[in-house]
């Protein structure tokens, strides 16, 4: 789920991930994205976030992988899973050839975020980014 930086729900999409599997989203061009054999296949419209600042929201659901462990059914009634997303990102500007990025940060799926001042006893700080202090621009 995308969310804008003034709470505003920009889009919902649907990426299946198979074990081992992985995806780079680019959120001037996000498509849901399902495997069909070997193969990661775009579908459904085109969704360009261009010029938003916000929030994306991951959640892992259990599947249904098939005979093949290759496929990507998920239930009407999926439980979301903990501990099984790593990943990173990264903002870009590709007309200096710049950017910034970090580890993404994950969180277990009771709804309730962790007490930062508990986080701060045993060492974990979360990093947070302000764009406006770059000297070289993204926009």
Request: glycine share 10%; net charge negative.
């Amino acid at each position: 789920m995308y969310w804008a930086a003034d709470c505003k729900h920009l889009a919902d999409v649907f990426i299946c991930l198979t074990p081992r599997d992985t995806v780079v989203v680019d959120p001037t061009a996000l498509h849901a994205e399902v495997q069909v054999g070997n193969e990661n296949q775009q579908v459904g419209p085109l969704i360009d976030l261009s010029g938003k600042r916000g929030l994306v929201v991951v959640t892992a659901y259990q599947t249904d992988t098939g005979s093949n462990g290759k496929g990507c059914h998920v239930q009407d009634n999926a439980t979301p899973l903990n501990d099984v997303i790593t990943g990173s990102w990264t903002i870009a500007n590709t007309k200096t050839s710049t950017g910034y990025g970090a580890d993404a940060i994950g969180f277990t799926t009771t709804g309730v975020l962790p007490d930062p001042a508990v986080l701060a006893n045993v060492g974990l700080r979360i990093p947070t980014y302000a764009p406006e202090t770059l000297t070289d621009p993204i926009a």
